[in-house]
């Protein structure tokens, strides 16, 4: 099978991509990726040469070059990953998000229509289920809850699901959907929480904790999310959306204290900034449905999930560092430089 990957050179496609090298080297790859500031082809290094993978840089909005793509390579299966991923650049300007998250999307699935495809799986975020209140630990985002969004990103994703859902009704695309919780692991950008948190004790910098801390998010190591979007791939059933998610829910400030633990740095470190717009409380994943129907679980464990990720960050200064010193500089002054404590 042919798999073309898109958005494969960022945190979670090219882990994704290693995921499926290794676990069916029988199949071609092909990255498709417009190496915005979150792709780095450095990522792929180790992958480059290998004779079944090829990468493209190319813009997904990119109409000719798509179709021109998918006559060369005939995929049997496309992966969505690509998007703006970030709410915080979001709040800021959202008109790229709108471009590649919704307009993107469209655009591969004309190609998918245009040139036939076996499946095209759509990357999707618990995000569009808005959030859940803290006192209500009850409550869980189920396939069936309302799609409901508060940023301008999780709004794009949620406008790219209900296309892909309409192609799928209206011109029978076959098509799967997952929505996955909050990833962490090796070479996540250091715009996110884990990430930041980890560059910024390493570098004995402040920890910018937005508000107090006490949002909840749904930690996922991002292999376990590979394995189960490559479940979908071979066992989901077409028109459906699955929720990933491991039923492991972490408040932010307990998060940044356990890196500053792990490091060895002071909680002194940590600094309670103006809180994000519209800043969702709380997310949780209720993943009965993937488990029951695909018998899919989560293997990592947070613990050894965060252990490896600390790790990996220690071992890989130069991937973050070299990041970091670019044109983040400029991104990190104009999210924290003005931004106020609390
Ligand atoms: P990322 O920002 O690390 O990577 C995005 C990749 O897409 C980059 O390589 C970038 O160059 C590429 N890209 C951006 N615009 C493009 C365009 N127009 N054409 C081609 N390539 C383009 O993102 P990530 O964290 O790896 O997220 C991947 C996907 O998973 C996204 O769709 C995101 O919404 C979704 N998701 C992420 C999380 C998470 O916790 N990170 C959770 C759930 C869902
Ligand atoms: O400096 C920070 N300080 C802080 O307190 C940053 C960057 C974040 N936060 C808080 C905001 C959130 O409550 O940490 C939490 C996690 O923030 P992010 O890492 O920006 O992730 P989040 O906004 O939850 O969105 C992520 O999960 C869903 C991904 O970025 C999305 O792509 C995915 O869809």
């Not at 309302?146 to 892909?164: M, Q």
Request: hydrophobic share 35%.
């Amino acid at each position: 099978m042919t798999i073309i990957v898109t958005g494969g050179a960022g945190f979670i496609g090219s882990n994704f991509i290693f995921h499926m090298l290794d676990a069916h080297p029988e199949d071609r790859i092909v990255c498709l990726d417009k190496l915005t500031y979150a792709g780095n082809l450095s990522t792929l290094r180790d992958v480059m040469d290998r004779p079944n993978f090829r990468f493209v840089r190319l813009d997904i909005c990119d109409r000719e070059g798509v179709y021109r793509l998918f006559e060369e390579e005939h995929p049997d299966i496309v992966v969505n990953f690509a998007a703006e991923s970030h709410v915080d650049r979001s709040i800021e300007d959202p008109s790229v998000f709108l471009q590649t998250n919704i307009i993107g999307t469209s655009v591969l699935m004309d190609a998918c229509r245009k040139y036939g495809i076996g499946r095209f799986h759509q990357v999707g975020t618990d995000e569009v289920y808005g959030d859940l209140p803290l006192d209500r630990p009850d409550l869980f985002f189920t396939e069936e809850t309302p799609i409901r969004t508060s940023s301008p990103y999780s709004s794009s994703k949620a406008g790219a699901d209900l296309l892909v859902m309409a192609y799928h009704r209206t011109f029978g695309l076959p098509v799967t959907v997952s929505r996955c919780s909050n990833n962490y692991g090796p070479y996540q950008f250091p715009e996110k929480l884990i990430p930041l948190m980890i560059a910024n004790c390493l570098n004995d910098k402040p920890l910018p904790v937005y508000g107090e801390g006490l949002n909840v998010r749904d930690w996922l190591y991002v292999e376990d999310h590979c394995k189960a979007i490559d479940l979908i791939l071979r066992k989901g059933r077409v028109g459906e959306v699955y929720n990933i998610g491991g039923h492991n829910e972490m408040r932010n400030i307990d998060i940044v204290k356990l890196i500053c633990r792990a490091l060895d740095k002071p909680e002194s470190l940590i600094t309670h900034v103006t809180d994000r717009k519209g800043h969702d409380m709380r997310y949780a994943i209720d993943p009965a449905k993937i488990h029951r129907e695909l018998g899919w679980l989560p293997e990592t464990k947070f613990e050894d999930g965060i252990r490896r990720t600390i790790a990996w960050y220690l071992e890989h200064r130069d991937w973050w560092q070299e990041i970091i010193s670019g044109e983040y500089q400029n991104y990190y002054e104009k999210m924290y430089g003005n931004r106020g404590t609390v």
